[in-house]
């Protein structure tokens, strides 16, 4: 499974990366290096497994935590956006958002 | 993974609706509903609306590293009430899931979401479109994390935004696409409105934005396969969700019969001009690449804990209607009126209890007191007539003592607080209806002496002259005689 | 000293806190051409040593009282920057303390500063480096007190490196694929990572959500034993992955007996690729044990090497989530010059994340993507649980499984420069543990060519105690532990 110059372009996008052309190129050769070695995991026989998301989950059952309903969080704004690059009367700025 | 395709669910046996222009109308639902917990769904911040910019964001709301999510105990209660009261199953595991994609309002560059299992499968909806009793379909409904707002008012080339709603918790409520017709859509959204309020999971203010609609909306001849749909997205009105179905029917028909094939799109309504309108497009918007978020383990849901809800759970509107009718004899829809909200079926069960009439009680209350709660912008709970004045009135109108007329007046009394009882209303005004029958046979004797013409226009066959007559005795008893006893006496008295 | 002679000695106030941290501040400042810090406030730190010494004085004080520890700079602190070792969280200011930072605080601890760590904690070198050392006004590689050419290891280099050098009696790592375990055999120090949802990940800078934990390093097992104890326990308000089971004290089976201990010793730790003057040194270790009266047995873990993609895969797709989180938005670097929101976006994350970290950004976010997401990353996760079953039918044989820590010693600075893949194919040892979150050790078990070999010892699910028993025993008969490097 190889990956094209295409597929990085796509990808980048996706993560929000922008890639300069030889930082592109660097990439996809050193993704792909990774890939090889992924070829044998994808060629298990997984039938019948079920993924393992919790470590743990491998001999206990874990579920989730749940809290009760209430309100503990008091209002932390000026701690909260000390390293805020852009605030404005308590508002995040950031370039128009156009929909 | 692929996004679920709902529209494709089975579709064959459904009935065709109303077609518009000779276009069948194909429309699904998806709607979010702030559920009304005090804290976030995985933050204890506050939810309450209106506080001042990112003054109830705190650090996990606003993603700062090394932050976790914790699950809120009261929205899964939330959940677990609604799948009970729409009939559907509420998964015994369900997972949540990250939505990966970028966007200034959503901190963490994903939302948390249920993809694969959520919470509440199946289920429906039922409600009456006019007299046609109508059934929509659920697929699913499940638990995720709203996001924060944009401002743009006040910034020039730049947004404000405001992270205080990240992490509200929301129930996305998603339909097979069910619905024939915008009447019925808009029907759909008020019932599922009315259940959310009535078990007490969400607010309901729309203003606030505590219960939003996505419409995805198709048209295509009968016998053709599904066309493509556009969703509308974020319809926060009853009214506006009207207008801007039926704008994007038209607008589809229009396209369609110009020759041009329907893209599919996310659209907003813009309510000043009444039309939809495409969004900018986002490249690769569609992949979300969901997986099940390594920060929160499965959520288990014991039976035991269904069914200490289910003990808790409310009479639900549709089964409470059904017993009005059945137990008090009321029509379908004056029992569908009198369980819009939990206030208002107590009241009426309130008057009932304290001895009143259904169906009298009833007619007031769907009738002159609706009309004046809607006309004074006024709850139920505001109303200064109680349920058990109501009561007295309605009692004093089947026994006799007042007429209907005079009922009015004493109602209007009660109202405004000209007075608190009905009895001292009634005799503080002299409108006790005359019971004298002696007294009242006089006056029937005088007005019959006196209206010999009337007397034989009656006979010779006029209804009007016995009418007049009915007047007469009406006028000289000053409206204190009772009609119905009237009418028997004449009729007694003229064979 | 060490952690327990310091607390001790404090305790009996043979010395004062403020001597003691003033002590490790000069220590600190005298070394800094290691880079192994990157934050330092002297007052910060010499005011709470002032407030421990007041509590001793007092008779109140807690099991650490006035013990300097550093902070890998992964953990948030609310009274020091917070990096994470990126470009992209240059001046963020945390407005909490990590659990594990709160817990320590709570225990007595003085903060010595913070740790530098490979970009996002991803990497086996600590040369993936974006901010300044202490001392410098560039990012610099972190130095091996060894051997000053070479790497300490990673991502946990700044903390096994001030464990090394004396520069700090105790540190904080965090360890996702051995990122405690591998320096801690490249620098010749005591680390653990215990088992998966024992420390609170609240306040810990997410990489991989499924594998990250927070663990002690320091100069034995005693101490580890000790920092271990404070840092663990129930987080339930903060950290839904973390477990339920009630704090311990990790010391209580310290010197027990090794008589009858099981030690399994996988075939496949063994191999070809190990260097002989590692596999010798385990072998010497192994043999030590058996004096202690342990007996060795053959086991085996058959998908060992599959643990590499499988590893690679899973936290790779994690970790491009957990990273989206930067975007100039709310906290952190933001590009200076951008065109709109989107361009905004690029730019920052361009300039903000070094080459690693885009690296496995691109590469999570591939193994999840439309159509790949089933044959990678649900296929890691299915392989991942074959490997922890392994681990369980192994754990039928032995008590605890012993191998090395790393297939070598330290490599040179640069050494694997431009070849990612050599730097995670030298991981083999460490991964299979992290992704069954099994309790894993790296405790010093002799030398190769005058640089450090450590021994690993992994341990069954909880079974810290028992690990920490078996490194005291071995360390109280052995003095690898005590070596310093020259010039230390």
């Given at each position: 499974m190889s990956l094209t110059s295409t597929d990085i372009a796509r990808i980048a996008s996706l993560a929000r990366l922008q890639l300069a052309p030889d930082e592109s190129e660097r990439m996809l050769g050193q993704i792909n290096g990774f890939f090889e070695l992924v070829e044998r995991m994808r060629a298990v026989d997984t039938a019948g497994v079920e993924p393992l998301a919790h470590p743990v989950a491998a001999i206990e059952d874990i579920t989730l935590r749940l809290a009760e309903d209430v309100v503990t969080e008091p209002d932390n704004r000026e701690a909260n956006q000390r390293s805020a690059p852009a605030v404005e009367n308590g508002l995040f700025l950031v370039p128009k958002v156009i929909e | 993974m692929s996004e679920i395709n709902t529209f494709e669910a089975a579709q064959s046996g459904r009935p065709t609706g109303p077609l518009v222009r000779g276009y069948e109308v194909i429309i699904g639902f998806e709607t979010h509903a702030q559920l009304s917990t005090v804290s976030k769904i995985f933050s204890r911040a506050s939810t309450a609306f209106g506080a001042e910019p990112n003054t109830q964001a705190c650090a996990v709301d606003l993603a700062l590293p090394g932050t976790l999510p914790v699950m809120n105990k009261g929205a899964v209660e939330r959940a677990i009430r609604l799948g009970l009261a729409l009939g559907s199953t509420i998964a015994p595991r369900s997972v949540f899931a990250r939505k990966n994609y970028f966007y200034p309002d959503l901190p963490k560059g994903y939302q948390i979401s249920q993809f694969e299992i959520p919470v509440v499968q199946g289920g429906s909806v039922s409600f009456f479109v006019g007299d046609e009793?109508?059934?929509?379909?659920?697929?699913?409904?499940?638990?995720?994390?709203?996001?924060?707002?944009?401002?743009?008012?006040?910034?020039?080339?730049?947004?404000?935004?405001?992270?205080?709603?990240?992490?509200?918790?929301?129930?996305?409520?998603?339909?097979?696409?069910?619905?024939?017709?915008?009447?019925?859509?808009?029907?759909?959204?008020?019932?599922?409105?009315?259940?959310?309020?009535?078990?007490?999971?969400?607010?309901?203010?729309?203003?606030e934005g505590s219960f939003r609609c996505d419409a995805n909306v198709s048209v295509r001849r009968p016998g053709d396969k599904l066309g493509t749909r556009r969703e509308i997205k974020n319809l926060n009105s009853f009214k506006f969700m009207q207008q801007a179905i039926d704008?994007?029917?038209?607008?589809?028909?229009?396209?369609?019969?110009?020759?041009?094939?329907?893209?599919?799109?996310?659209?907003?309504?813009?309510?000043?001009?009444?039309?939809?309108?495409?969004?900018?497009?986002?490249?690769?918007?569609?992949?979300?690449?969901?997986?099940p978020d390594p920060d929160l383990p499965p959520l288990a849901i014991a039976a035991e804990w269904i069914e200490r809800v289910r003990a808790e759970m409310p009479e639900l509107p549709r089964a409470m209607a059904e017993r009005y009718v059945r137990e008090h004899g009321l029509s379908d829809y004056d029992a569908a009126q009198l369980t819009?909200?939990?206030?208002?079926?107590?009241?009426?069960?309130?008057?009932?209890?304290?001895?009143?009439?259904?169906?009298?009680?009833?007619?007031?209350?769907?009738?002159?007191?609706?009309?004046?709660?809607?006309?004074?912008?006024?709850?139920?709970?505001?109303?200064?007539?109680?349920?058990?004045?109501?009561?007295?009135?309605?009692?004093?109108?089947?026994?006799?003592?007042?007429?209907?007329?005079?009922?009015?007046?004493?109602?209007?009394?009660?109202w405004t607080g000209e007075g608190q009882d009905v009895d001292a209303v009634?005799?503080?005004?002299?409108?006790?209806?005359?019971?004298?029958?002696?007294?009242?046979?006089?006056?029937?004797?005088?007005?019959?002496?006196?209206?010999?013409?009337?007397?034989?226009?009656?006979?010779?066959?006029?209804?009007?002259?016995f009418n007049a007559l009915v007047g007469q005795v009406m006028k000289a008893s000053q409206g204190k005689a009772n009609p119905a006893q009237v009418n028997a006496l004449l009729k007694a008295k003229l064979g | 000293m060490g952690v327990?002679?310091?607390?001790?000695?404090?305790?009996?106030?043979?010395?004062?806190?403020?001597?003691a941290a003033a002590h490790h501040l000069a220590r600190i400042r005298s070394h800094q051409a290691l880079g192994a810090f990157v934050a330092l406030d002297d007052e910060l730190t010499l005011a709470q040593a002032r407030a421990a010494d007041a509590r001793i004085a007092a008779g109140s004080a807690a099991p650490l009282e006035g013990v300097p520890i550093a902070h890998k700079d992964i953990f948030v602190t609310a009274d020091l920057p917070t990096t994470a070792g990126s470009r992209i969280l240059a001046g963020y200011r945390s407005p909490f303390d990590a659990t594990v930072v709160r817990k320590l605080a709570e225990a007595g601890a003085v903060t010595l500063g913070k740790l530098s760590c490979d970009e996002f904690a991803m990497g086996s070198a600590n040369?993936?480096?974006?901010?300044?050392?202490?001392?410098?006004?560039?990012?610099?590689?972190?130095?091996?007190?060894?051997?000053?050419?070479?790497?300490?290891?990673?991502?946990?280099?700044?903390?096994?490196?001030?464990?090394?050098?004396?520069?700090?009696?105790?540190?904080?790592?965090?360890?996702?694929?051995?990122?405690?375990?591998?320096?801690?055999?490249?620098?010749?120090?005591?680390?653990?990572?215990?088992?998966?949802?024992?420390?609170?990940?609240?306040?810990?800078?997410a990489f991989a959500s499924s594998l990250d934990q927070a663990g002690p390093m320091a100069r034995s097992a005693e101490d580890c034993a000790l920092l271990l104890s404070a840092m663990c326990g129930p987080d339930p308000e903060r950290d839904s992955t973390s477990l339920a089971r009630p704090a311990e004290d990790?010391?209580?089976?310290?010197?027990?007996?090794?008589?009858?201990?099981?030690?399994?010793?996988?075939?496949?730790?063994?191999?070809?690729?190990?260097?002989?003057?590692?596999?010798?040194?385990?072998?010497?270790?192994?043999?030590?044990?058996?004096?202690?009266?342990?007996?060795?047995?053959?086991?085996?873990?058959?998908?060992?090497?599959?643990?590499?993609?499988?590893?690679?895969?899973?936290?790779?797709?994690?970790?491009?989530?957990?990273?989206?989180?930067?975007?100039?938005?709310?906290?952190?670097?933001?590009?200076?010059?951008?065109?709109?929101?989107?361009?905004?976006?690029?730019?920052?994350?361009?300039e903000g994340f070094g080459d690693?970290?885009?690296?496995?950004?691109?590469?999570?976010?591939?193994?999840?993507?439309?159509?790949?997401?089933?044959?990678?990353?649900?296929?890691?996760?299915?392989?991942?649980?074959?490997?922890?079953?392994?681990?369980?039918?192994?754990?039928?044989?032995?008590?605890?499984?012993?191998?090395?820590?790393?297939?070598?010693?330290?490599?040179?600075?640069?050494?694997?420069?431009?070849d990612p893949v050599a730097d995670y194919l030298a991981d083999i040892f460490t991964l299979p543990a992290s992704l069954a979150g099994l309790p894993g050790m790296s405790v010093p078990a002799g030398f190769d060519a005058g640089l450090p070999v450590g021994l690993q010892l992994i341990g069954n699910y909880f079974a810290e105690a028992k690990l920490l028993n078996a490194a005291h025993a071995f360390q109280q008969a052995t003095d690898w532990h005590r070596r310093w490097p020259a010039g230390f």
């Open positions: - | 009793p109508k059934t929509v379909r659920l697929v699913r409904a499940h638990l995720e994390e709203d996001a924060g707002k944009s401002l743009h008012e006040d910034f020039v080339g730049q947004s404000g935004i405001d992270l205080n709603r990240a992490g509200t918790p929301l129930l996305e409520i998603v339909t097979e696409p069910d619905m024939r017709s915008t009447a019925e859509a808009v029907a759909y959204a008020r019932e599922l409105h009315k259940i959310v309020t009535w078990i007490g999971i969400c607010d309901g203010n729309m203003q704008y994007e029917i038209r607008w589809q028909i229009e396209e369609i019969e110009d020759g041009r094939a329907i893209q599919q799109a996310t659209v907003l309504f813009d309510p000043d001009s009444g039309e939809t309108r495409a969004m900018r497009t986002k490249e690769d918007a569609a992949d979300y690449r969901y997986f819009q909200s939990p206030a208002l079926a107590a009241y009426f069960q309130g008057a009932v209890a304290a001895g009143a009439n259904a169906k009298l009680a009833s007619n007031w209350i769907t009738g002159e007191i609706a009309r004046r709660l809607n006309q004074q912008d006024l709850a139920i709970t505001e109303a200064p007539v109680t349920a058990s004045q109501l009561a007295r009135l309605v009692a004093r109108i089947g026994d006799g003592t007042i007429s209907n007329n005079a009922a009015r007046q004493v109602f209007d009394a009660l009634i005799e503080a005004k002299g409108l006790k209806q005359m019971s004298d029958s002696g007294a009242l046979e006089k006056i029937v004797d005088g007005v019959l002496a006196t209206n010999q013409r009337n007397i034989d226009e009656y006979r010779a066959g006029k209804e009007k002259a | 327990a002679g310091l607390a001790a000695a404090l305790r009996e106030r043979k010395i004062s806190a403020v001597e040369e993936n480096v974006a901010v300044p050392a202490l001392g410098f006004d560039h990012p610099v590689p972190v130095r091996n007190p060894w051997d000053s050419e070479r790497i300490p290891g990673g991502s946990s280099g700044g903390s096994a490196v001030a464990v090394a050098a004396g520069l700090a009696p105790g540190a904080t790592g965090t360890d996702t694929g051995g990122s405690i375990r591998q320096p801690a055999s490249f620098c010749g120090v005591t680390g653990i990572k215990p088992t998966y949802g024992r420390a609170s990940r609240y306040g810990m800078v990790f010391s209580r089976q310290l010197a027990g007996s090794l008589d009858g201990l099981r030690i399994g010793v996988p075939k496949e730790f063994f191999g070809a690729g190990v260097a002989p003057g590692v596999r010798a040194a385990v072998e010497g270790a192994l043999a030590e044990y058996e004096k202690l009266g342990a007996r060795r047995v053959e086991i085996t873990l058959p998908r060992t090497e599959l643990s590499i993609p499988v590893y690679y895969i899973i936290a790779a797709a994690e970790a491009s989530s957990n990273l989206s989180r930067f975007d100039g938005v709310k906290f952190g670097h933001r590009a200076k010059h951008y065109r709109d929101l989107a361009d905004m976006y690029a730019q920052t994350r361009e690693e970290v885009k690296r496995r950004i691109m590469i999570g976010t591939y193994v999840l993507s439309h159509g790949y997401y089933d044959a990678y990353y649900l296929q890691a996760q299915k392989v991942r649980r074959m490997i922890a079953d392994d681990f369980q039918q192994a754990f039928a044989q032995c008590d605890l499984i012993a191998g090395p820590a790393a297939p070598s010693v330290a490599w040179k600075l640069g050494e694997h420069g431009g």
